[in-house]
């Protein structure tokens, strides 16, 4: 990643996209902060590696030490990768693998015992686990349909662990209590906790709002819940960044059943 190709990064390639789901104030206020917390990490081994045809970046993929990544998993002496992006429109012309090949090279020059990543058994773009057996992953351990999968280049290393959620509510008499769970790495979750802020100040001191960001290590393994949001102790969640009008929806079902 340079400054080139920082804001492609920075917007997650959601740049042009529906602007239901992601507006442009939102995408311009969230890509700078994910910049800047990808310059900080980069002081600690996390690198960013741009795909580009003909001088256009068309897809991306994150390595990051299994230490310090706020995605998940754990572990040790890793190189995780969180995220792999390529644009729909290279389809076939060997975007992803290229990505992961030089994924595994800075791995391997840092002198890792492998890479690892979080993938999916499932029918979306989003980190599919076959993609990641064709380039030479092997599976670690699985859980439904989530898989991790890794690589070794050292027989010794340790293997890496899924994330554990550990989340419990808390009720608050006479309240609607919003638990948010959140990180900078992924802009769909920064700007859902935007989202997140905004609806429960509409309702006042009726609605307590607990935040825990991930960015910080110690709340990542606690809690092991790198994103989610939870209203009196149910977990609301659309498969893309929550709505304003879903938050709003269900602090008010929330309200209503008090």
């Not at 902060?33 to 990490?41: N, T, Y």
């Not at 058994?121 to 980190?127: G, R």
């Not at 393994?221 to 977990?235: D, M």
Request: charged residues 25%; contains cysteine; aromatic residues 10%.
């Amino acid at each position: 990643m340079d400054p080139a190709t920082e804001y492609f990064v920075g917007t997650c390639t959601h740049v042009g996209d529906d602007p239901q789901a992601m507006t442009r104030d939102e995408i311009d206020v969230s890509s700078p902060r994910r910049i800047a917390w990808l310059r900080k990490m980069s002081r600690q081994g996390a690198r960013t590696k741009v795909a580009t045809i003909e001088g256009e970046p068309v897809g991306f993929i994150h390595v990051i030490p299994i230490e310090i990544c706020p995605w998940g998993p754990l572990g040790r002496d890793l190189l995780v990768i969180p995220c792999l992006v390529s644009l729909s429109n290279t389809k076939g012309r060997g975007v992803g693998k290229a990505l992961v090949a030089t994924a595994e090279e800075e791995a391997r020059h840092r002198e890792k015992k492998g890479i690892v990543t979080v993938a999916y058994y499932h029918d979306c773009w989003f980190m599919p686990a076959p993609f990641f057996e064709e380039c030479g992953f092997s599976l670690a351990s699985r859980r439904e349909g989530t898989a991790l999968l890794w690589k070794l280049f050292d027989q010794s290393a340790e293997a890496p662990r899924l994330l554990e959620r550990d989340y419990r509510y808390t009720p608050v008499p006479g309240k609607v209590v919003v638990d948010l769970f959140w990180n900078t790495f992924c802009p769909t979750s920064s700007i859902e906790a935007r989202r997140v802020r905004k609806v429960v100040e509409e309702f006042g001191e009726s609605v307590v709002l607990n935040e825990y960001c991930a960015d910080d290590r110690e709340i990542l393994l606690l809690h092991q819940l790198p994103r989610g949001i939870f209203v009196n102790g149910r977990e609301i969640w659309w498969g893309h960044e929550a709505p304003e009008e879903g938050i709003r929806k269900a602090i008010l079902e929330a309200s209503s059943r008090a």
